[in-house]
């Protein structure tokens, strides 16, 4: 990991990876990119949720980990991401299965919240270390008091031979503990999780990993 972060090549240049166009192209080549079922872990926790929660999926692409839930549990689903044709797909699943769901165009890295909702979800959001802060800021803003964060990312150590070739390929990319209990230490972090464990998300996402699994109580 470069010692500053802002003076990274990618920040200057950024890889197309990071951009809207090279994720609206992949979903519009491969139908459903990440597959149909939610993570485990995320839906786990979706269904503690109380029934007609507004949920807002940050960086949530075509709505797999919310939208499957939203019609059984009520849910009122805000489906985040600068991939419209993602969006597309997510609205159009939402309307075949009568969920109640909103698209919201918008980059996680320049995104401000303009209301707040019961529990937010963000899954595999790969950021750079100096990107981080503000997302987490972000977070906090956008959930009520005493509603839920809930995080899966990609942890340290992922990179290395235990762990297939998926996700980021550079270790700025991956988190750890005690950034995230640094970042929500004015809430209570019910979890704080590293684990070793398969994901199964679409050709895209498949294979072991290491992981940290978040689920955060916003203070009142």
């Known amino acids: 990991m470069p010692d500053n972060p802002a003076a990274s090549p990618e920040t200057?240049?950024?890889?197309?990876?990071?951009q809207p166009a090279f994720w609206d192209e992949r979903y519009r080549a491969h139908d459903r990119l990440f597959g149909t079922d939610p993570d485990p872990f995320l839906a786990d926790a979706l269904r503690r949720l109380p029934s007609g929660?507004?949920?807002?999926?940050?960086?949530?692409?075509d709505g797999?980990?919310?939208?499957?839930?939203?019609?059984?549990?009520?849910?009122e689903v805000t489906v985040l991401d600068f991939a419209p044709h993602a969006l597309d797909t997510a609205m159009a699943y939402a309307s075949a299965q009568g969920c109640t769901a909103?698209?919201?165009?918008?980059?996680?890295?320049t995104w401000a919240p303009q209301r707040r909702y019961d529990a937010a979800v963000?899954?595999?959001?790969?950021?750079?270390?100096?990107?981080?802060?503000?997302?987490?800021?972000?977070?906090?803003?956008?959930?009520r008091p005493g509603g839920a964060i809930i995080g899966l990312w990609f942890r340290d150590g992922h990179g290395g031979d235990a762990y297939d070739r998926i996700g980021p390929s550079k270790?700025?990319?991956?988190?750890?503990?005690?950034?995230?209990?640094?970042?929500?230490?004015?809430?209570?972090?019910?979890?704080?999780?590293?684990?070793?464990?398969?994901v199964q998300q679409g050709p895209v996402l498949r294979g072991?990993?290491?992981?940290?699994?978040?689920?955060?109580?916003r203070a009142r």
Do not use: M
């Open 171 to 198: 270790s700025d990319r991956y988190l750890n503990e005690r950034e995230i209990r640094d970042a929500f230490a004015a809430d209570t972090v019910h979890i704080c999780a590293a684990v070793d464990r398969t």
């Open 64 to 75: 797999r980990n919310t939208l499957p839930l939203a019609h059984k549990h009520g849910f």
């Open 208 to 217: 072991h990993a290491a992981l940290l699994q978040v689920q955060v109580k």
């Open 12 to 18: 200057s240049a950024p890889r197309a990876s990071s």
């Open 122 to 143: 963000v899954a595999f959001v790969q950021l750079l270390p100096a990107e981080r802060p503000r997302l987490y800021d972000q977070l906090r803003e956008a959930v």
């Open 102 to 109: 909103t698209a919201l165009h918008a980059d996680v890295r």
């Open 53 to 61: 929660s507004s949920v807002l999926d940050v960086g949530g692409g």
